[in-house]
Nanobody
């Protein structure tokens, strides 16, 4: 059974940092690209960052230089280090991977950026 579970969200002040984690089980984790998405209230879900099985990374323009995606295949976990957080980064952050047959999403973790 495939499971994707995010953690690490919370309340942080503007300019602060958070590290999100996403643990996947029931899959051969190392062969899949993993991605972080986010969705703010009233907005569409958007891609934040992606890391391939070969550790190549890609970021949305507004996250470049502030966010870092990484993975630990031994722990079946992908991380999102978020620095210099802004109020507009507040959203529910989701982890996703895709097989040729379907997408698997986690339940999301809430990030709130407020003073």
């Amino acid at each position: 059974q495939v499971q994707v579970v995010e953690s690490g969200g919370g309340l942080v002040q503007p300019g602060g940092s958070l590290r999100l984690s996403c643990a996947a089980s029931g899959i051969i984790f190392s062969i899949y690209a993993m991605a972080w998405y986010r969705q703010a209230p009233g907005k569409e879900r958007e891609l934040v960052a992606l890391i391939t099985s070969g550790d190549s990374t890609n970021y949305a323009d507004s996250m470049k230089g502030r966010f870092t995606i990484s993975r630990d295949n031994a722990k079946n976990t992908v991380y999102l280090q978020m620095n210099s957080l802004k109020p507009e980064d507040a959203a529910v952050y989701y982890c996703k991977f895709s097989t040729p047959f379907m997408d698997y999403w986690g339940q999301g973790t809430q990030v709130t950026v407020s003073s």
